[in-house]
């Protein structure tokens, strides 16, 4: 079992950068794909990013060329680097694990989620 906790969220301006982290404890981190998801008020949750258990990346169009994943199976984390923010960016950010091989755009394969960390963008 994997617990996942979420930091590195906050508010910035269109154009800002973050960075979010996710912390795994529990065991085999490096035998499950790790992937963000994010969800806006009143939207449906979206996958933006998965990186598999042979650290392969892959992302959601709307994030491709302005995020990275990556993951560091030696401190059991998980990160998002987020640049060329955009207001419709704005969600709660959550990190998932699943099985070794898993796409971003199936959130019913992971099995394990973070809390969430809230990501802002303003105009």
């Known amino acids: 079992q994997l617990h996942l906790v979420e930091s590195g969220g906050g508010s910035v301006q269109t154009g800002g950068s973050l960075r979010l982290s996710c912390a795994a404890s529990?065991?085999?981190?490096?035998?499950?794909?790790m992937a963000w998801f994010r969800q806006a008020p009143g939207k449906e949750r979206e996958g933006v990013a998965v990186?598999?258990?042979?650290?392969?990346?892959d992302y959601a169009d709307s994030a491709k060329g302005r995020f990275t994943i990556s993951r560091d199976n030696t401190k059991n984390a998980l990160h998002l680097q987020m640049s060329s923010l955009k207001p419709e960016d704005t969600a709660m950010y959550y990190c998932?694990?699943?099985?070794?091989?898993?796409?971003?755009?199936?959130?019913?394969?992971?099995?394990?989620w973070g809390q969430g960390t809230q990501v802002t963008v303003s105009s």
């Open positions: 990186i598999d258990g042979d650290s392969n990346p």
């Open positions: 529990g065991s085999l981190f490096s035998s499950y794909s």
């Open positions: 998932a694990a699943g099985p070794f091989y898993s796409s971003y755009e199936a959130a019913s394969d992971f099995n394990y």
